[in-house]
């Protein structure tokens, strides 16, 4: 067993704290990953604290991991010794069902194993994250991180990133398309440069114009404040595409009314209670209203790809590890612009001595 420096939440109302645990030897079709960076997405707030329920504790959260491979078994053929390697949010599943099959591996019918805060295929073992300083993973679920993509900034990538870029894709974004990204955050930044990069006109949709300068900086051909009167009926049947990454409670139904006919609203931000949808907001134009989850590995590696070949990746902040307490305290004040990566340094430091 390998003995892995850490940083856990030991129950839902303590801070993260060091750790050590003890993770599998790499098997032959296994990869060990000495861990570099690890951005720090919105949801490890929410399961660290147990806000969704069914937590597991102690819990290393991170699952936009990047890092250098360091071993590699006798079968794997994907990655070789130092390669820079990234994993997302799965390690596992079954690899059989016919969602596996299709690469969509998200939706494994008898359960993905999250990359942490769940079990491994055997529903015993517990998965740990990217707030380690090492990661032992099947090579499947290995991403290989293409050469000049800066890794730090390229970390929020495998959360962020391929949330956006997969709606985008599943709904053909092209030149031309008039796309709305409703909320600058993490998963809105990504969405208005991917958009941007297809050819796509972006409006930015805010409840401010703190983000004005920010997201014409990224490349935002209008900016529009909701809270502003007359802002909806001006932009009424404008887009054709609305990336929606809002978690707060919001009015969907306003939203769809800025479609076009035949247009759709995609979810992506996770508002904690059901919000109610009129039948006629979606009648009225034959609009479509979906969401859109992470997407699969071959999507994934193919993001990442394109990512490269593009120059895109995340806005972020780079921190110590013994800064991801604070770090938390100003996510929820949206005091980042515009996601926190962990430097895993001093973590790694640690672990050598």
Same mark, same amino acid.
């Given at each position: 067993?390998?003995?892995?420096?850490?940083?856990?939440?030991?129950?839902?109302?303590?801070?993260?704290?060091?750790?050590?645990?003890?993770?599998?030897?790499?098997?032959?079709?296994?990869?060990?990953?000495?861990?570099?960076?690890?951005?720090?997405?919105?949801?490890?707030?929410?399961?660290?604290?147990?806000?969704?329920?069914?937590?597991?504790?102690?819990?290393?959260?991170?699952?936009?991991?990047?890092?250098?491979?360091?071993?590699?078994?006798?079968?794997?053929?994907?990655?070789?010794?130092?390669?820079?390697?990234?994993?997302?949010?799965?390690?596992?599943?079954?690899?059989?069902?016919?969602?596996?099959?299709?690469?969509?591996?998200?939706?494994?019918?008898?359960?993905?194993?999250?990359?942490?805060?769940?079990?491994?295929?055997?529903?015993?073992?517990?998965?740990?994250?990217?707030?380690?300083?090492?990661?032992?993973?099947?090579?499947?679920?290995?991403?290989?991180?293409?050469?000049?993509?800066?890794?730090?900034?390229?970390?929020?990538?495998?959360?962020?990133?391929?949330?956006t870029y997969s709606p985008l894709r599943q709904w053909n974004?092209?030149?031309?398309?008039?796309?709305?990204?409703?909320?600058?955050?993490?998963?809105?930044?990504?969405?208005?440069?991917?958009?941007?990069?297809?050819?796509?006109?972006?409006?930015?949709?805010?409840?401010?114009?703190?983000?004005?300068?920010?997201?014409?900086?990224?490349?935002?051909?209008?900016?529009?404040?909701?809270?502003e009167e007359g802002t909806f009926k001006k932009l009424a049947?404008?887009?054709?595409?609305?990336?929606?990454?809002?978690?707060?409670?919001?009015?969907?139904?306003?939203?769809?009314?800025?479609?076009?006919?035949?247009?759709?609203?995609?979810?992506?931000?996770?508002?904690?209670?059901?919000?109610?949808?009129?039948?006629?907001?979606?009648?009225?134009?034959?609009?479509?209203?979906?969401?859109?989850?992470?997407?699969?590995?071959?999507?994934?590696?193919?993001?990442?790809?394109?990512?490269?070949?593009? !120059?895109? =990746?995340?806005?972020?902040? #780079? %921190?110590?590890?013994?800064?991801? *307490?604070? +770090?938390?305290? $100003?996510?929820?004040? !949206?005091? =980042?612009?515009?996601?926190? #990566? %962990?430097?895993?340094?001093?973590? *790694?430091? +640690?672990?050598? $001595?």
């Amino acid at each position: 067993m390998l003995k892995t420096h850490a940083y856990a939440a030991a129950s839902a109302g303590q801070p993260l704290a060091p750790f050590t645990f003890e993770q599998r030897e790499p098997g032959p079709h296994d990869v060990l990953i000495d861990i570099l960076y690890c951005g720090v997405c919105h949801s490890d707030i929410h399961q660290a604290r147990d806000e969704w329920g069914g937590a597991i504790f102690p819990m290393v959260p991170g699952h936009e991991i990047i890092g250098r491979v360091s071993q590699v078994g006798q079968h794997v053929t994907k990655l070789k010794v130092g390669d820079m390697a990234g994993v997302g949010c799965m390690v596992d599943s079954c690899r059989d069902c016919q969602p596996c099959r299709q690469d969509l591996e998200q939706f494994c019918l008898k359960g993905v194993a999250f990359t942490y805060n769940g079990t491994y295929m055997d529903r015993k073992t517990p998965t740990r994250g990217g707030y380690a300083s090492q990661l032992v993973v099947a090579e499947h679920f290995a991403l290989k991180v293409p050469e000049g993509l800066d890794p730090a900034a390229a970390a929020p990538l495998l959360c962020a990133g391929i949330t956006t870029y997969s709606p985008l894709r599943q709904w053909n974004c092209k030149k031309g398309d008039r796309v709305a990204v409703v909320g600058l955050g993490g998963l809105g930044h990504m969405a208005v440069k991917f958009a941007v990069s297809m050819g796509a006109e972006v409006t930015v949709l805010s409840t401010s114009r703190s983000k004005e300068a920010d997201a014409r900086r990224l490349g935002a051909h209008a900016f529009e404040v909701t809270r502003e009167e007359g802002t909806f009926k001006k932009l009424a049947g404008r887009f054709d595409l609305i990336i929606d990454t809002v978690s707060a409670q919001h009015d969907y139904n306003q939203y769809l009314g800025l479609l076009r006919p035949q247009g759709a609203m995609v979810l992506v931000g996770a508002p904690p209670e059901p919000t109610p949808v009129a039948a006629f907001a979606l009648i009225g134009g034959n609009k479509r209203l979906a969401g859109s989850n992470i997407g699969g590995i071959a999507e994934t590696q193919e993001m990442l790809d394109y990512c490269a070949r593009h !120059n895109i =990746v995340s806005d972020v902040e #780079v %921190i110590p590890i013994q800064k991801i *307490n604070e +770090a938390y305290e $100003r996510m929820l004040k !949206n005091d =980042v612009r515009y996601r926190f #990566v %962990i430097d895993l340094a001093s973590l *790694n430091a +640690a672990a050598a $001595r």
